[in-house]
């Protein structure tokens, strides 16, 4: 093995490892799905970024820990996301005001 090979092996080894140790190459979503589940059935979502993945995309995560990519435009995504966002806030909300007295 030429000296220019090892480092060009090197260089592209260390560059993997980074990119994975900081969530990104493996865990970036490249296409979206045309798939739309019960949103009972959606866990919780986030937002993938650029510059560390290709594209903006939403990722949700089922409550069976399937990840399921988004196009942030699409309807579906957004109201899940704000069926998610308000099931989150009212979770938020019992948990730090604690359970509303019956009457």
Not at 72 to 101: E, F, V
């Amino acid at each position: 093995m030429t000296l220019l090979n090892f480092v060009s092996l090197v260089l592209v080894a260390t560059m993997v490892s980074t990119a994975s140790a900081q969530g990104g190459i493996a865990s970036c979503c490249r296409n979206v799905s045309s798939t739309q589940i019960q949103r009972d059935l959606l866990k919780n979502y986030y937002v993938q970024e650029q510059p560390a993945c290709a594209r903006q995309i939403v990722v949700f995560t089922t409550l069976k820990g399937k990840r399921i990519c988004s196009d942030p435009t699409n309807l579906w995504t957004q109201m899940s996301m704000a069926y998610l966002d308000g099931k989150n806030w009212h979770r938020q909300n019992l948990t730090s005001h604690g359970r509303r007295r019956r009457h």
